[in-house]
């Protein structure tokens, strides 16, 4: 079970970049407070896609790295 209450996006990312070993960066200007975010039995893959998706943000792979940037309108 991953749970995290109260944190800041980029700090959340870095919890996964210390995880999973990929290196990811989060577009300059974005900031998110996450107030709750729980996965149970789910991949890494499915936890990110969670805390991006439901935030007005995505992900794209570019040149090796997770980017996370805004979703455009």
């Known amino acids: 079970v991953l749970r995290f209450s109260g ?3 980029t700090d959340i990312v870095d919890f996964f970049r210390d ?3 990929l290196n990811f960066m989060v577009e300059k200007g974005i ?3 996450v107030h709750d975010l729980t996965t149970k039995e789910v991949t890494a893959a499915h936890a990110i896609e969670q805390l991006t998706l439901t935030r007005g943000l ?8 997770v980017v ?3 979703r455009k309108k």
Do not use: P, S
């Open 31 to 33: 900031e998110r407070q």
């Open 7 to 9: 944190a800041n996006l």
């Open 68 to 70: 996370v940037f805004a």
């Open 19 to 21: 995880f999973t070993g």
């Open 58 to 65: 995505d992900v794209k792979i570019d040149g090796g790295v």
